[in-house]
């Protein structure tokens, strides 16, 4: 898990960008918060998890931790990196491309983590950066 100080900066990192807004997950376990895309933006239906959820950051066990959806070989690239491992849902091919990516531990980490997040928006939001 990340510590209380790392785990602020990683959800201001996830939340600064305007096409994610912070709900509570419609696929995780209470207190998990969600990365939907804002309204009025179009989404790609095979990134989401959940209506506009295509990832939901874990509160407690396992804070900082991720679910969330990629383009399947970017997926395999995070988990062949040791960045995270496949969902099972991903193994049973009901969710394709969808992965935990790990907590970040370090700053190093959470670069790498948000670049991860960052790689899930663009996926999700296929109008990109407005």
Known sequence: TSD????????????ADERVTQTPSRASLPG???LTVADGRAV????????????HIHQQ????SFHLRLPEAEAADVVAKGWGE??????????PGMVMVYSPR?????EVVAAIVASAV???TPQGRR
Do not use: C, K, T
């Open 61 to 64: 066990p396992g804070a900082g």
């Open 86 to 95: 496949w969902h099972p849902f991903a193994l049973s091919g009901s969710a």
């Open 4 to 15: 209380p100080r790392l785990y602020r900066r990683l959800l201001d990192a996830v939340f």
């Open 106 to 110: 370090n700053d190093r980490d959470l």
């Open 44 to 55: 790609l239906d095979e990134a989401m998890i959940v209506g506009r959820e295509f990832a």
């Open 32 to 34: 998990a918060q969600a």
């Open 122 to 124: 663009d996926y999700a």
